[in-house]
Nanobody, 124 residues
């Protein structure tokens, strides 16, 4: 069973940066695509970014393109989300996710393992 543990959330002013980290355990990391999702108060959870099992392809929602970068480190079984130029509308609980897939372009709906979430709050 996949286990995911996020860290790195916090309170930051608009324009600031945060880096979220996710530790993966329980299965073979290189057989899983990794993703980040978020859920703001009163809203549904939404996809933010993903990276393929190989690390060769990434996918982002339009609202974070150019500001967020997803990465993975196979030696450490970790995934990261570097968030720059943060905006108040980025405030949400951020969840690390994993999908068992060898596709180079993982489907956003294929993620089915979840961490417990980490709060990101961006003040204006």
């Amino acid at each position: 069973q996949v286990q995911l543990v996020e860290s790195g959330g916090g309170l930051v002013q608009a324009g600031g940066s945060l880096r979220l980290s996710c530790v993966f355990s329980g299965r073979t990391f290189n057989r899983y695509a990794m993703g980040w999702f978020r859920q703001a108060p009163g809203k549904e959870r939404e996809f933010v970014a993903s990276i393929s099992w190989s690390g060769g392809n990434s996918d982002y929602i339009d609202s974070v393109k150019g500001r967020f970068t997803i990465a993975r480190d196979s030696a450490k079984n970790m995934a990261y989300l570097q968030m720059n130029s943060l905006k108040p509308e980025d405030t949400a609980v951020y969840y690390c996710a994993a999908a068992y897939t060898t596709s180079f372009y993982p489907n956003r709906s294929s993620f089915n393992s979840w961490g417990q979430g980490t709060q990101v709050t961006v003040s204006s």
